[in-house]
């Protein structure tokens, strides 16, 4: 009788558990991938957006910060075209993210067939902003500043090659600065990506460039390049003898964004959960470290500060494309 009865209570315990939990509310799982993520970038192999991509993949691998991994796709057709063609196209997707240029902004303006605006897609963060400096090659002996640069180049007219990455993008609107800065009439080349252009310069098939640090690093640190100027508000510690342009009566400063983009229509749940992941990224040591080594500046903007951020820099690059006439 006794077994009898212990029974019916272990059975009515469970019973009234089983009915509580019934009445209880689910509590919904936190948004996480539960595939690859396709991390596009607009931007060719080699050059500074490339090679950030690949080191965030592996701070995310090694840290294992997500449960699936992030897989690099360059699309660098049509100066970032192809890479916001395709992200648009990915509307509602939660499995597909870019990593951004300034040429989100101009191709865009240059492009309006694309039909693509910038402010339907997801703001998720601003990882950095990159910056750009004059380089010449170490064998131009007669070089050895923006003065010896601005002589040179003048003698050789039309005949001297500045390369760069795209048509109309950021490379050229500083070599646009510079041909109407100090009257010159250099030949801008554009390449597939700033590592194609870097290997330009080192191997003198150009003239000049205006590549990031992250580009030309190895390259300088070899001995086959030399930065005469900073497009920067201050010097940069990596390179202490390249004046600014500021510091040389040419007050004008130019930054390029590194910033992880979400698809037009992404859910908010994934727009969080990829936030919260790229900020953890953003406050690793070896990104941190990244930053510091290659001369990255800019605080991590997210939210609506980072739409807010675009839409500034649109109207900016507006300005400046038509006052080079592309617009």
């Not at 690099?72 to 049509?78: I, T």
Request: proline share 5%.
């Amino acid at each position: 009788m006794f077994k009898t009865q212990r029974t019916f209570k272990k059975l009515a315990c469970a019973i009234g558990v089983t009915a509580i939990l019934a009445g209880m509310p689910v509590i919904a799982q936190a948004w996480e991938p539960v595939k690859p993520v396709e991390f596009v970038v607009m931007a060719g192999k080699g050059g500074g957006a490339d090679k950030a991509v690949r080191l965030i993949q592996s701070i995310i691998a090694s840290e294992n910060m997500a449960p699936v991994p992030f897989t690099p796709v360059n699309k660098p057709g049509g100066s970032g075209a192809e890479a916001l063609v395709h992200l648009q196209g990915k509307k509602g997707d939660n499995h597909t993210i870019m990593f951004t240029l300034n040429s989100f902004y101009t191709t865009p303006l240059r492009q309006p067939g694309l039909g693509v605006d910038i402010a339907t897609f997801t703001p998720i963060a601003r990882m950095a902003e990159d910056t750009f400096l004059l380089w010449v090659n170490t064998d131009r002996k007669d070089i050895n500043n923006v003065a010896d640069f601005v002589k040179a180049a003048k003698a050789k007219g039309n005949k001297w090659i500045m390369a760069g990455t795209g048509k109309n993008s950021e490379d050229n609107l500083l070599t646009d600065f510079l041909n109407s800065a100090y009257d010159l009439d250099m030949k801008y080349v554009p390449y597939k990506g700033g590592g194609k252009v870097a290997k330009e310069l080192a191997g003198n098939n150009a003239d000049s460039t205006v590549n990031n640090p992250s580009e030309q690093l190895g390259f300088y640190e070899a001995g086959n390049t030399k930065a005469l100027a900073a497009f920067t508000p201050e010097r940069l510690p990596l390179f202490p003898d390249a004046p600014t342009f500021k510091e040389l009566g040419k007050d004008f400063v130019y930054f390029m964004q590194r910033t992880v983009v979400g698809a037009p229509g992404m859910s908010n749940e994934a727009a969080q959960y990829y936030t919260e992941l790229f900020t953890k990224v953003f406050n690793s040591d070896k990104w941190q470290g990244y930053r510091t080594k290659k001369s990255l500046q800019g605080d991590l903007l997210t939210g609506d500060a980072l739409m807010s951020y675009w839409k500034k820099e649109r109207d900016i690059h507006e300005t400046m494309l038509k006052n080079m006439g592309a617009l």
